[in-house]
């Protein structure tokens, strides 16, 4: 792997930073790691209302604009949602994110009108808004999607950010969202298969960080015998999901979290991995303040690893946690282990 590939947390600090100096970033990743899912997070986190154009499904003079005649003269004028100087900000906002995806999608023509923009922050004879942030997106030429190369004169116009996917921060960002704790277990369980990209593949689709999201969506409140197999084939692919649904027959042999609360000492442990990522997963889902200290008891006799999901899921899912003295206490002997997962997710 390149030095000079960023993970999905490093990218947005890079991102910012061209926001910052006036330049245009363009992200280039394998589908479905999350590029416009970055510009909506940093569109949020500031204020900025997103331009959402899909540049594969423009025609040049969707950039140019259209002639219009003033007096004796044709002018270009731009479409109305590029906002040019003078237009006021929407209400709630403090500008706009203007993002050029599937760039790299684009005809040659589209891409040639688009040098415009993100060089001379012009629309026809307009310029942009001084409030207006240029990013771009686009798939890698080398992963089997629709890619038009992109001119050289295009590519010293934009900075280049290389995205791969980073398990970690994916974790940390399932957590946070709520993700199904059975998709967050089965994860934990088998890292490699959050990413299953192989541009040859036969499959309709493939697992990634947004089909993982997806299944997520499909399974949430569930049970086993309600989970519709063919739905998550056609979701994280046929293999993906003959593997996963597997994983969910193991919370079929969990200890009860009655059993767990009642008497965290001598409940029973799984023996087998698998369950006991499951257990972990499974324990997120009903930790609350007023039962963690018997969820970390029982948590305690299970092997450092399966201690980290569940104490790094705690505070993922709820940061007040790191104040609470249970939890400082609980963690005392795995500071090594969190803090080795802290400064893998730092940006």
Known sequence: MSLFIMTPS???ASIIECFEA????????SPGVGKSSLIHQIAADFQLYVIDLRLSMCAPEDLMGLPSREGKKSVFSPF??????????????????????????ATKAVQAAAYKVVLDRMVGQEYLHESVFIAC?????????????MG???????VHIQINPSFPEFIKYANQQLFDYRVIGYLESQPSKLHEFDPDHNDKTFACPRTWEFASKLIKGK?????????????ISEGAAVAFHAFLKEYEYLPKIEEIIADPQTAPVPDRTSTQYAT???????????????????????SADFQVVFFRGVVARDKTMERNPEYVSSIQHLTRFLNDNNAALAA
């Open 223 to 235: 049970s086993f015998e309600q989970v519709n197999l063919p739905l998550l084939a056609g979701t």
């Open 10 to 12: 490093e990218a947005r």
């Open 22 to 29: 006036g330049l245009v970033p363009s992200l280039e990743s």
């Open 80 to 105: 109305a949602m590029f906002p040019i100087r003078g237009d006021a900000i929407p209400k709630g906002y403090k500008g706009w994110i203007l993002f050029l995806d599937e760039f790299t999608s």
């Open 280 to 302: 972990a997963s499974m324990l997120l889902e009903y930790c609350t303040k007023a039962n963690f200290g018997k969820l970390a008891t029982y948590m305690k006799r299970f």
């Open 137 to 149: 997106a686009g798939n890698k030429m080398t992963d089997g999607a629709i890619v038009t190369e």
């Open 152 to 158: 050289t004169a295009m590519q010293s116009r934009l």
